[in-house]
């Protein structure tokens, strides 16, 4: 008579407090740009990604091209099999639901990592996981990706916001090392504001950049890019290293008439740009008198050139 057969069991749990291996078994939930980029930059390190959730046709693709030998599986069946770290690379707002719908199932384990990639979000978003004895962790690296090789060569040396539990710190730390990154610890309450300065600086950048080359399209330029990129490579670099002290230009000069010509122009051509260029030139302006470069008696006539814009469009 053959003996009774036993029920399969999944990894035991690994005891809150355990220190954490040095290579970790790792799972990666949401294969978009960052994930996949993430996922194969851990496995480079000497980590083992030994599954990953992938449900679009690119997130699939990018699977297949950056952790090809990965097996592609569940969300709960990915949760299950990351041992000790489990990354999630979901959108923001999909974030509460998935860590929601992962508590529930009883795929998370006590003492397993729970690390999010979202910069708005905090550990709090990660209470369900926290609930059930999984570790909460944000670690959201400030770069922008593509989602292709070519990413895995600009990590290094970037900057992580991360938010973690005191002692989970040393782990955190040495994720990031591990990346080739540096940490910047970013208290819960702060990390709205540390994600929003991010998107100001460099996502509004992109559609600022795009604006100029759209009016320079506008005024006859065939090659746009070619007029922008060494001018504002130098601006970019200078303000990084001078601060407002970088500020050129009308605004910064009190150049009323020339503002006012911009403005009319815009008016005629785009209109849709009046709006953002106003709100640009006002900030400027402010950044200007305060740092000294403007005096206020020779900023009154811009003001009132912005101001009576201002009412234009509100009209």
Aim: net charge positive; glycine share 10%.
């Amino acid at each position: 008579m053959s003996a009774p057969l036993r029920p399969r069991r999944g990894p035991a749990a690994r005891p809150a407090d355990a220190p954490a291996p040095r290579f970790l078994t790792v799972g990666v939930i949401g294969a978009g740009r960052v994930g996949a980029v993430l996922g194969a930059a851990l496995a480079a390190a000497g980590h083992r990604v030994v599954a990953a959730a992938a449900v679009s046709g690119a997130s699939r693709a990018r699977l297949a091209l950056l952790l090809p030998s990965v097996p592609r599986r569940s969300a709960t069946s990915v949760a299950r099999a990351a041992t000790d770290l489990l990354l999630l690379a979901v959108p923001d707002d999909a974030l509460a639901g998935v860590v929601t719908g992962l508590a529930r199932s009883g795929a998370l384990r006590p003492g397993q990592v729970i690390a999010h990639t979202s910069g708005a979000h905090g550990l709090a978003v990660l209470a369900p996981a926290a609930e059930v004895g999984a570790r909460p962790l944000a670690l959201h690296p400030a770069m922008t990706f593509t989602g292709t090789p070519d990413d895995l060569t600009r990590l290094a040396g970037i900057s992580y916001g991360v938010t973690a539990p005191a002692e989970l710190r040393p782990l955190a730390a040495r994720l990031v090392a591990d990346l080739g990154g540096v940490p910047e610890w970013i208290g819960e309450a702060e990390r709205p504001l540390y994600h929003a300065a991010l998107a100001h600086g460099a996502n509004h950048l992109v559609t600022l950049v795009n604006e100029s080359a759209d009016r320079l399209r506008d005024a006859g330029v065939a090659q746009p890019e070619k007029v922008l990129a060494p001018l504002l490579r130098a601006a970019l670099e200078n303000a990084l290293r001078l601060g407002d002290d970088a500020l050129t230009g009308p605004v910064s000069r009190g150049d009323a008439g020339t503002v006012e010509r911009h403005l009319a122009r815009l008016a005629a051509t785009a209109p849709e740009s009046v709006a953002p260029y106003l709100a640009l030139a006002r900030r400027t302006a402010d950044r200007a008198i305060a740092a000294g470069r403007l005096r206020p008696v020779d900023a009154e006539p811009l003001l009132d050139v912005l101001s009576g814009r201002d009412r234009e469009v509100a009209a």
